[in-house]
T-cell receptor, first 114, second 113 residues
Framework: KAGVTQTPRYLIKTRGQQVTLSCSPI?????VSWYQQTPGQGLQFLFE???????NKGNFPGRFSGRQFSNSRSEMNVSTLELGDSALYLC?????????????FGQGTRLTVV | GQQLNQSPQSMFIQEGEDVSMNCTSS?????WLWYKQDPGEGPVLLIA?????ELTSNGRLTAQFGITRKDSFLNISASIPSDVGIYFC?????????????FGTGTRLQVTL
């Protein structure tokens, strides 16, 4: 069974630009969550999508948005990039059922804003 | 954003030694997860705990869900060089449905031969 796939692995953008990151969850998983990891703030929850609907959101500005497609693949978009958005962006896949389920992470996308 | 208190922050141990680390929270969680992260990679799930007081093993790893539901512990026995990395605890409040993970600050483990 393939794991969680995130593309691209590395990205360099200029301040003010926008960026789109992609995540393909484990086959059969319907929940995709996004996290931002920085040395200063650690791992912080951005949002979760389940069956194409955002059902939980962290404390990030509106410049951070996402969506989920019918095949459960998810994209995350950051507009008007700031230097502080440089981070490792991680996607987590869960089955999303009613029982407690573990979250499995992709390798992440390393975003550098210059 | 919120982070759980994890200690120690870093450890430098010799190969073959046992390792203990813990994670504490001011609020209750329904699930505790332990992850290991290598540089430049995503966290890899090690152990999941679902019940207060639960003790679960995965090879040389043993983790416990504290009875207060506000803490968790991870032990690694007979450490080996490949145990090097950063270990994170994560708490999940809502079972199954809408949920998010709150992560600890991490414990950096370094192993010498």
């Amino acid at each position: 069974k393939a794991g969680v796939t995130q593309t691209p692995r590395y990205l360099i953008k200029t301040r003010g630009q926008q960026v789109t990151l992609s995540c393909s969850p484990i086959s059969g998983h319907r929940s995709v969550s996004w996290y931002q990891q920085t040395p200063g703030q650690g791992l912080q929850f951005l949002f979760e999508y389940f069956s194409e609907t955002q059902r939980n959101k962290g404390n990030f500005p509106g410049r951070f948005s996402g969506r989920q497609f019918s095949n459960s693949r998810s994209e995350m978009n950051v507009s008007t990039l700031e230097l502080g958005d440089s981070a490792l962006y991680l996607c987590a896949s869960r089955s999303g059922g009613t029982k407690n389920t573990e979250a499995f992470f992709g390798q992440g996308t390393r975003l550098t804003v210059v | 954003g919120q982070q759980l208190n994890q200690s120690p922050q870093s450890m430098f141990i010799q190969e073959g030694e046992d390792v203990s680390m813990n994670c504490t929270s001011s609020s209750i969680f329904n699930t505790w997860l332990w992850y290991k992260q290598d540089p430049g990679e995503g966290p890899v799930l090690l152990i999941a705990l679902y019940k207060a007081g639960e003790l679960t093993s995965n090879g040389r790893l043993t983790a416990q869900f504290g009875i207060t539901r506000k803490d968790s512990f991870l032990n690694i026995s007979a450490s080996i060089p490949s145990d090097v990395g950063i270990y994170f605890c994560a708490g999940q409040l809502t079972p199954g449905t809408a949920s998010k993970l709150t992560f600890g600050t991490g414990t950096r483990l370094q192993v010498t031969l």
